[in-house]
């Protein structure tokens, strides 16, 4: 079974940055996917970067060149840079991980951290 803990929310205001660690345990796969969502109030969950194993990540178009994935090998911690935040990006951010291939369905991934809020501020 995979744990995942996260950490790093908090508000900060816009055009800022923040970083969020999503710290993984227990049992891991060969290949799997590991995803970061959010949800805002009232909005679906939304995918808004995945990466599969070691390939390159993949940005949601709104996010795409603010955040970055990225992960510490030797502590199996994964991070989310978001930079240059604006209010939009307000929301519970989750961190995900699934056996194998990426998916866009977020009931397709199995392990969830617990979400943490980050709040942007105008």
């Known amino acids: 079974h995979v744990q995942l803990v996260e950490s790093g929310g908090g508000s900060v205001q816009a055009g800022g940055s923040l970083r969020l660690s999503c710290a993984a345990s227990?049992?891991?796969?060969?290949?799997?996917?590991m995803a970061w969502y959010r949800q805002a109030p009232g909005k679906e969950r939304e995918r808004v970067a995945r990466?599969?194993?070691?390939?390159?990540?993949i940005y949601a178009d709104s996010v795409k060149d603010r955040f970055i994935i990225s992960k510490d090998n030797d502590k199996n911690i994964h991070y989310l840079r978001m930079n240059n935040v604006k209010p939009e990006d307000s929301a519970v951010y989750y961190c995900?991980?699934?056996?194998?291939?990426?998916?866009?369905?977020?009931?397709?991934?199995?392990?969830w951290g617990q979400g943490t809020q980050v709040t942007v501020s105008s």
């Open positions: 995900a991980i699934r056996k194998d291939y990426c998916r866009e369905d977020y009931r397709a991934y199995a392990h």
């Open positions: 990466r599969y194993s070691n390939h390159d990540p």
């Open positions: 227990g049992n891991t796969y060969t290949s799997s996917c």
